[in-house]
Each structure stands twice: as structure tokens, then as C-alpha cells.
């Protein structure tokens, strides 16, 4: 989560103008494509000049223009194509998580990926928060765009355990995410923090401050599964405040190639670590005294966890092909393969499919399991799926609000013409 990239010298243009890409787990998420275009190069600008990038409107977590009645504007190729080689990690994940039992090599790759991969969507996620405020229509793309396909998904994979793993008594609950959900929920959170951190200073160390008591604060609970809102908050925020120039950055031919050893050397450590420490951490779902280690070693871990994760995912971005490829239009529907694929990951344990099979274990059959998720995390990232499954991830909901003031009044000045 092999790709064909062009070479990227010193001195390359820089990144055309993005638009809100469609998720938002990650991110941010979906939306509908414009009619595919003749790129046009990105206007010259001063070294370091985001101008560009501050006109565009404000990323939401479907990227649905529709809501607010404007066309759908041209999508920027490198961060699709990124959500969705970050989505196949993910669904490669979910994937070997039943395999680490037994292999170590396959618990090497599991917490290498497990290092970067969600960190990643979220800070794109960041990025294309950039422009959010409590704007009535964002707000409201909001409320459509995460905190409905919440709800819809908590109640669908809450019915889904009960059937699946024949357990009647699990209850459903919108305060405690089960499973994929957190993600909504957190997001949800994030985005409307968004200007809180627009004013403060020092914003990353802040959030940096705030993961750290987090995880040494037991009493948290799981409610809205705080301690993942928490301890994943550094990265949003570093998403916030990143810009154009530091993407184009990672693009460098150097850090291209730097990014190579630094990724085998990665994996040897996880597969030194992996039998001397527990995959836990990187879920930061739980404080240290949970994990039955002293309060301090939360910190460390932390701090440790958030300079790997965004030393790997700078690596990652490196990677990422910035032009379009077969898979940049698959970037607008990942949103739709992250809450999909689950229910696939989540019945492959209810009917024991792993225990059942133990061909899967051996090399060829984890060669296997990796790439029926890459394929089925693809499927239902494709416009097909989207359009089948946008009325709980795009609901249009136009009757649950108020129309807004500014808005009637311009259409009654166009009327008038």
C-alpha cells in the first residue's frame, strides 16, 4: 500500500493546488468526481507561497460539493493516491492480525505498518482541515459526512456481532465505538477543535502534552474512546499546520532514496521487538497502567511511537506517486473500503476461517491473505460501491436543517434578475 512514480529532482514544480480529497479517515472522505480534465500546470508563486491553496474551500469528510451548490473542482492525484495505498496497509493489516500468533515475520510487518499507517491518513486528514470553521454549511457537511455515518455504522457492525458471533446481549451504544468506528468519532472530535488550534501557540507540542497525560490517565474510560481521540490528536494537528512545501519536500530524490534503508531498518527492529513487546501500543487505546507498565513508561513510549510514526510516514509519502495512476480515482471512495472491509475482517475471526485453515499460517497462505485484502479493499473503494452505499456515507439531508439566511437571500437577488 509498487508504484510508477517520475522522477523527482531539486527543483520540480510544486504540488499543484489541492483540493479536499474525499475521505476523511482518513479522512477524512467520498466524493463524486468531476469530469476528468486536461490537467493544468499550477500558477508560478513565490518559494513557499500557499495562496493557492488558501482559496480552496473547506475540506469536509465527504469532500461533497454538492451541499454547498458549487461544482465538484478538480481532486490533487498525490493525496488520493496516498489515502489509498494507506487504506490497502490498512486492510493488509486487519488481514496478518491473526497471523501473529504464529509468525514472527508476519508481526514484523504488522507493527511496521501499524507504525505509520493510520498516523498518515490522519494527518491528511489535518492537512485538508486546514480551512474548517464553525461555518452553518461546514458544520453541516460535518454532521452528514461523519457524524451520520457513524451512528449508521456503530448500529450496522453492533447488529453485525450480534449475528455473527451469535451474541445477542451486545448492546448498542453511540458512546462506546466498536471496532472501526473510533475513527468517525475522533475525526468528528478533531475537526471541531479545529479552531481552538488555529490560536493557540505551540500547537503540535500542546497536542504532544495532551497525548502524553492521556495515556498515563487511566480514569479516561472508554467513552467516545477518548484515549485513541487523545493519543492520535498529535497527528491532526500536525496535519493543521502543515503546508504545499513540506509535502514537496519528502519528494526530493534524496529522501526517496534515504527512505529505503530507513524502511529495512524498521522492519529488523519490529522483528527484533516483536517478541519482547506487545502490538498494543500502537492501537493507543489504552493508558500504561492498563498495560501493566509504571505511569513513565507511557511518556517515553509516546514520544518514541509519534518520532517513528512521523519518520515512517514521511517515508511513505516519498513513495507516493504524485501523478495520476489506475488507482488515484479508488482515493475518493477509501472511507467506503475502511468501514466496508470490516465486516469482511471482523467474520473472518466470528466463523474461524484462520483456525479452520491452517494453511494460512504458512508463507504462501500469508501471501494470500494479503492479497484477497489488497483485492477486496480495492472493490470497495470503486465508484460502483460508492454509489451503491452513499446514502449512509453522502446521506443528502437537506430537510434536517434550516436553510441559511445569506443563502435564500441570494437566491431570491437571482430570481429578481
Excluded at 508563486?45 to 461544482?71: E, F, I, K
Amino acid at each position: 500500500m509498487t508504484n510508477s512514480v517520475q522522477p523527482h529532482g531539486r527543483h520540480r514544480a510544486p504540488l499543484p493546488p489541492v483540493q479536499p480529497p474525499v475521505p476523511e479517515p482518513a479522512g477524512a472522505m467520498p466524493a463524486p468526481r468531476a469530469p476528468h480534465s486536461v490537467p493544468r500546470p499550477a500558477p508560478r508563486s513565490a518559494p513557499g507561497s500557499s495562496s493557492a491553496y488558501a482559496a480552496a474551500p473547506a475540506p469536509t469528510a465527504t469532500g461533497d460539493s454538492r451541499a454547498a451548490g458549487r461544482p465538484a473542482k478538480q481532486r490533487d492525484s498525490f493525496f488520493d493516491n496516498a489515502k489509498y495505498l494507506a487504506i490497502v496497509l490498512v486492510a493488509m493489516g486487519h488481514a496478518w492480525e491473526p497471523l501473529t500468533d504464529h509468525s514472527r515475520s508476519a508481526e514484523a510487518l504488522y507493527m511496521t505498518v501499524y507504525t505509520f499507517h493510520m498516523p498518515a491518513f490522519i494527518l491528511i486528514s489535518g492537512y485538508f482541515s486546514r480551512s474548517f470553521d464553525m461555518r452553518p454549511d461546514r458544520l453541516k457537511r460535518l454532521v452528514t459526512g461523519v457524524a451520520v455515518p457513524y451512528v449508521i455504522f456503530e448500529v450496522a457492525y453492533t447488529l453485525f456481532k450480534r449475528w455473527g458471533d451469535d451474541d445477542p446481549t451486545q448492546p448498542i451504544s453511540l458512546l462506546d465505538p466498536w471496532y472501526l468506528t473510533w475513527f468517525l468519532i475522533a475525526l468528528f472530535v478533531w475537526r471541531l477543535t479545529t479552531p481552538l488550534w488555529k490560536i493557540v501557540r505551540r500547537p503540535v507540542p500542546l497536542a504532544l502534552a495532551i497525548a502524553m497525560l492521556a495515556v498515563i490517565s487511566p480514569d479516561i474510560g472508554d467513552d467516545l474512546d477518548l484515549q485513541r481521540v487523545l493519543q492520535f490528536l498529535p497527528f491532526f494537528v500536525l496535519g493543521l499546520f502543515m503546508k504545499p512545501e513540506h509535502f514537496q519536500l519528502v519528494r526530493r530524490r534524496e529522501v526517496r532514496i534515504l527512505s529505503v534503508p530507513v524502511f529495512a531498518a524498521a522492519v529488523l527492529c519490529a522483528y527484533w521487538a516483536a517478541p519482547r513487546m506487545t502490538s498494543v501500543w500502537f492501537y493507543r487505546r489504552d493508558s500504561a497502567q492498563e498495560l501493566g507498565v509504571p505511569w513513565w513508561v507511557g511518556i517515553v513510549m509516546t514520544l518514541a511511537l509519534f518520532g517513528c510514526s512521523v519518520l515512517l510516514t514521511a517515508c511513505f509519502f516519498a513513495w507516493v506517486p504524485r501523478r495520476r495512476m489506475w488507482f488515484t480515482v479508488l482515493g475518493a471512495g477509501t472511507l467506503y473500503g475502511y468501514l466496508l472491509h470490516g465486516f469482511l475482517a471482523k467474520g473472518s475471526r466470528f466463523w474461524g476461517w484462520f483456525d479452520a485453515n491452517p494453511w494460512l499460517h504458512e508463507p504462501a497462505g500469508e501471501v494470500f491473505v494479503t492479497v484477497v485484502a489488497a483485492a477486496v479493499v480495492t472493490l470497495l473503494c470503486t465508484p460502483p460501491v460508492q454509489r451503491l452505499f452513499r446514502f449512509a456515507m453522502e446521506p443528502r439531508m437537506e430537510w434536517a436543517f434550516r436553510r441559511d439566511a445569506a443563502a435564500l437571500a441570494r437566491e431570491r437577488s437571482s430570481s429578481g434578475r
